[in-house]
């Protein structure tokens, strides 16, 4: 199994797959290997992608939202859902008001927040979402959702981690950009759905690469029998994967998916 995080992993900065990553996927797929997205992005903004991969042909799956859902890239059925309590939604917008910090989740394909934010105008580049603000957090999210993400300038949001991280102890937190602080149910990371995936696949850990280059993939670049890092990995994560390929922009996928899987 090759487990590949999209946004600064195997996408261009222009949100793109280039021309080499893409011919040598289809060729690993052709040798059997299940290619799988992982992402923090939401199902629907990691879809299109899984088809031009030609996921939905090879009976492969995408991990979204950092792990909360696993669902086949070929009929959309979820395999696993694990979302955040109402309290535990409540508990972190309570926080972001502290914090001052923005605060947004997901709800009927929408981003939800209270402000707006250049960040937020980011997540909404990237996701191809709809941004809807509200007058009142609490009144617009009355369901359990799969994740919030608390969004301000990287450097006060770095700050924010461990506090955050001890203010909530049965909440999983990760960074997934520099000005991306993300906040799933407690267990839920990349690595434990690939597990789940595995799993269910009947593929031993030792045989899944895995590649990315946040805080949020670091889970999954432990867990994989090879943990690769792009070049423009976050650089105080640099030792903490097997090895480093080239960025996102200079084919970093397409090096490992030639080097382990077609060599």
């Known amino acids: 199994m090759l487990v590949l995080d999209m946004d600064d992993t195997l996408l261009t ?26 992402s923090g992005r939401p199902t629907s903004a990691m879809t299109a992608y899984a088809k031009e991969l030609e ?73 191809g979402l709809p941004h809807n603000k509200v007058s009142s957090f609490r009144d617009a999210v009355t369901e359990p959702t799969v994740k919030c993400i608390l969004l301000a300038e990287p450097s006060y949001l770095k700050e924010l981690e461990s506090d955050l991280k001890q ?33 269910k696949l009947n593929i031993h850990q030792s045989e899944i690469i895995a590649v990315g280059n946040a805080g949020n993939d670091l889970t999954m670049i432990e867990y994989a029998g090879l943990g690769v890092w792009v070049d423009n990995v976050t650089p105080e994560l640099r030792d903490r994967a097997d090895i480093i390929v080239a960025s996102n922009n200079d084919d970093g996928v397409a090096e490992v998916v030639q080097r382990y899987i077609l060599n």
Do not use: C, W
Request: proline fraction near 2%; glycine fraction near 4%; aromatic fraction near 8%.
């Open 55 to 127: 996921l939905d042909l090879n009976n492969s799956y995408i991990i979204s939202f950092n792990g909360a859902i696993i669902s086949s890239a070929k009929d959309d059925t979820v395999l696993f859902e694990q979302k955040l309590t109402l309290e535990q939604i409540r508990d972190l917008y309570d926080y972001s008001v502290k914090t001052k910090t923005h605060i947004i989740t997901y709800v009927d394909g929408e981003i939800i927040s209270e402000t707006d934010s250049e960040y937020i105008e980011i997540e909404k580049e990237i996701t």
């Open 167 to 199: 203010a909530m102890p049965y909440l999983s937190i990760a960074m997934s950009k520099p000005f991306f602080l993300e906040a799933a149910q407690n267990g839920i990371d990349k690595a434990a759905s690939i597990k789940i995936l595995a799993e």
């Open 13 to 38: 900065d222009d949100h793109k797959i280039s021309e080499l990553n893409k011919k040598v996927i289809l060729e690993a797929q052709a040798k059997g290997v299940y290619v799988v997205l992982a």
